[in-house]
């Protein structure tokens, strides 16, 4: 399968490389011609024989590429966020079903060791059900990419889709809906600490109930030098809690391997395409709810 990666940065590059090792052919695309062969995906589609494509530019630029694909009836691989707002989001997902195309989220905790370890814990009712959530996640940012200036980066950048609420709780509320169910209420609010020169939110902080009746509390934050990534999940009979940093569930240790559930998700998403159907519970009428769950007018922005 040939793919076309639009946007060859971190994640980009990670997709690429991932891509040549499951055996698939790449068509790299992004506005810098030292990452790629193209710098505009219109000329690319036109010079090649593309089987599907993945869409890892800036948060701003997805619904763009993605209606352009989705015209074309090109499988798209979508990173999350869908976007930062709604404009133009009825419109693909109109398209997405008017054409039939294969469309996914790459919400790559949905293969996670330590997720699918809880997931099964979960499931095997030995702490009865759960009943309330709280998942705390604090990173620093100037050490994603040490080697760049961290103001560069998209996440640091409101114009560019940035902040904490759109770039990182869009992977916490995928999970909790994973794990817990639809969100039904939500609250919040997204903030700047004014710790770290940046103009998006630096912080944001949810809380909500999902339609299986659990509540739910949420954190992100990118200015804490000590990192952590926690989830605990308070049942009938007991705790569960896993560290994602620690890679424990429970206190006991589980595997991991940083690069397997990017492996994993690109093989589903192939898998996909090759199956001719999308998986409902992640496709792009999924990725517009999460964008809704997160413009909802209960979760203030605090950052002006």
């Not at 990118?222 to 569960?240: D, L, M």
């Amino acid at each position: 399968m040939k793919l076309l990666i639009i946007g060859c940065g971190s994640i980009g590059s990670r997709h690429a490389k991932n891509a040549q090792a499951l055996g698939h052919s790449v068509v790299l695309c992004d506005p810098d011609p030292a990452r790629g062969q193209y710098t505009d995906y219109k000329v690319a589609l036109e010079k090649e024989h593309i089987d599907a494509a993945i869409v890892a530019s800036p948060s701003n630029l997805h619904v763009e590429a993605a209606q352009y694909l989705a015209e074309k009836g090109i499988p798209i691989c979508m990173e999350k966020p869908l976007a930062t707002s709604l404009t133009g989001l009825a419109e693909l997902v109109r398209t997405v079903k008017e054409k039939n195309v294969v469309t996914m989220m790459a919400q790559s905790y949905r293969w996670h060791e330590g997720l699918l370890a809880l997931k099964k814990f979960l499931e095997e009712g030995t702490l009865g059900s759960p009943k309330r959530v709280v998942c705390v996640a604090k990173e620093y940012l100037p050490d994603w990419h040490p080697n760049q200036d961290y103001r560069l980066e998209y996440a640091a950048q409101k114009k560019m889709g940035g902040g904490a609420l759109f770039t990182s709780m869009s992977h916490t509320l995928d999970v909790i809906e994973w794990l817990f169910g639809g969100v039904v209420e939500i609250a919040g609010s997204k903030q700047r600490s004014g710790t770290l020169d940046m103009d998006a939110d630096d912080t944001a902080d949810v809380a909500g109930q999902t339609a299986r009746g659990v509540t739910f509390t949420a954190h992100n934050d990118y200015f804490t030098k000590q990192p952590s990534n926690t989830i605990r999940v308070e049942c009938e009979q007991g705790v569960a809690e896993i560290d994602l940093r620690g890679n424990t569930l429970n206190g006991e240790p589980y595997a991991f391997d940083a690069n397997k559930r990017y492996l994993d998700e690109l093989a589903y998403f192939v898998t996909l395409v090759e199956r001719g159907g999308a998986d409902p519970a992640l496709d792009i009428a999924h990725g517009a709810h999460l964008v809704e769950l997160m413009c909802d007018n209960r979760i203030k922005d605090l950052t002006v």
